[in-house]
């Protein structure tokens, strides 16, 4: 038809041409041919015009209208927002920490002269790990003592003299007072020669040594780590909406690509006072029993943190969620279109997503097929396998 169309235009024109041509050629023109020469080609130039047009009309009323009943439906796997009871749990990643780990360093300088330990053993509290020479500090002690003692002598003859009248109580009290202070230093001279004998600040693992015998050490100077691995702890993170369900002494789980097959446990041991105002967050410590020592600190390790359960509560499949900058979304199907809704997500469990805020129940969501699709895509809906995880409750 388009083709018969423009034929028909096509043979107007040129028959305008002719006869134009043919008055030109018998002079009945003549006198006005180059006005006239103006008017046919513009008068050809709108009839050109006209047929685009008509052109254009009849592609968009007939093609184009079979163009658009043509149009692709994708098809995907749809499920419908259901109500279910779900347990609240929140899930955090963290590092294990020692409730007890440092270094064990020495408060006073000396030379080291004998190492009591092996790299890698386990010592009780109190243990002797290494000790200083303590020449200098003896001899300190014993100059000290013998102060003392000439302090004591002159204290006990000036209190007899007192008593006899033969000295005033002002140099009885002068001579307690030096006394008070030469065994005084006697205690200052004891804890220094007690500091040549480095101990275990409380039992646990030592590392690796950091000296020899011989070695100067200055005070502060680390010597050897020490690690106690039966209490170890974990620090994380949770979204502050659920501060109202947290308590000291939750029980909390944690799971390790370490060994993947086994299920630890811990207790919420501190909850910060306050909110971050940066993250929205409340910083949460527990404590974690590691009496077999099988955890090591610095150990990577997920937390489930369990917080109760919600009833009545808008369940999803996890796979229908779409990651985005701006969050999480999902594609709902109204009138044969995806239409994407974005949704604020809750627990997640076994898979399952609690959907606190976007949809409402009954609503079609896309779970199989979105990779294929965008906002406004026409969709076909094709049968899935039935959500089992998604009881609907009433």
């Given at each position: ?119 890698g053993q386990f010592v009780e509290q109190g243990a002797l790990l290494i000790h200083l020479d303590s020449a200098i500090y003896e ?150 029993s590691n009496e077999e020592e099988v955890l090591s600190p610095g150990l990577s390790v997920q937390v489930t943190h369990a ?88």
């Amino acid at each position: 038809m388009l083709v018969l169309y423009w034929k028909f235009h096509q043979y107007v024109i040129v028959t305008i041409l002719s006869a134009f041509d043919d008055c030109v050629n018998h002079n009945m023109i003549k006198p006005h041919l180059k006005h006239l020469k103006r008017i046919a080609l513009v008068i050809g130039l709108l009839l050109l015009v006209w047929l685009i047009f008509r052109g254009f009309q009849y592609l968009g009323g007939g093609a184009g209208k079979e163009a658009e009943d043509s149009v692709f439906h994708t098809p995907v796997e749809v499920v419908t927002v259901r109500l279910g009871d779900i347990p609240v749990q929140v899930r955090a990643f963290g590092s294990l920490v020692a409730v007890d780990a440092g270094e064990v360093s020495a408060e006073i300088a000396g030379q080291i002269d004998n190492i009591l330990f092996e790299e890698g053993q386990f010592v009780e509290q109190g243990a002797l790990l290494i000790h200083l020479d303590s020449a200098i500090y003896e001899a300190n002690l014993k100059s000290a003592e013998a102060e003392a003692a000439l302090s004591l002598v002159n204290y006990e003859r000036t209190s007899q003299l007192v008593e006899r009248g033969a000295q005033s109580q002002e140099n009885l009290d002068i001579a307690a007072a030096e006394l008070a202070s030469r065994e005084a230093d006697v205690a200052i001279r004891q804890a220094e020669l007690n500091k040549t004998s480095l101990v275990a600040p409380f039992e646990g693992h030592l590392g690796a040594r950091r000296i020899s015998l011989g070695n100067y050490v200055a005070p502060g100077d680390p010597l050897v780590s020490i690690v106690n691995q039966k209490i170890l702890k974990i620090d994380y993170s949770v979204p502050e909406y659920y501060l109202r369900r947290l308590a000291v002494g939750q029980t909390v789980e944690l799971t390790t690509s370490a060994f993947p097959n086994q299920v630890f446990t811990g207790t919420v041991d501190f909850i910060a006072p306050m909110v971050s105002e940066a993250t929205r967050s409340i910083t949460i410590r527990a404590l974690v029993s590691n009496e077999e020592e099988v955890l090591s600190p610095g150990l990577s390790v997920q937390v489930t943190h369990a917080l109760g359960r919600v009833d009545q509560a808008l369940l999803l499949p996890e796979e229908a969620l779409v990651a985005t900058l701006e969050g999480q979304i999902v594609y709902r199907v109204v009138n044969d279109r995806a239409v994407s809704t974005r949704v604020m997500v809750g627990s997640r469990v076994d898979g399952v997503a609690q959907i606190t805020d976007g949809l409402e129940r009954g609503d079609r969501v896309v779970i199989g097929g979105q990779q294929k699709i965008r906002d406004g895509s026409m969709v076909e809906i094709i049968p899935s396998a039935p959500m089992a995880m998604l009881p609907d409750q009433e």
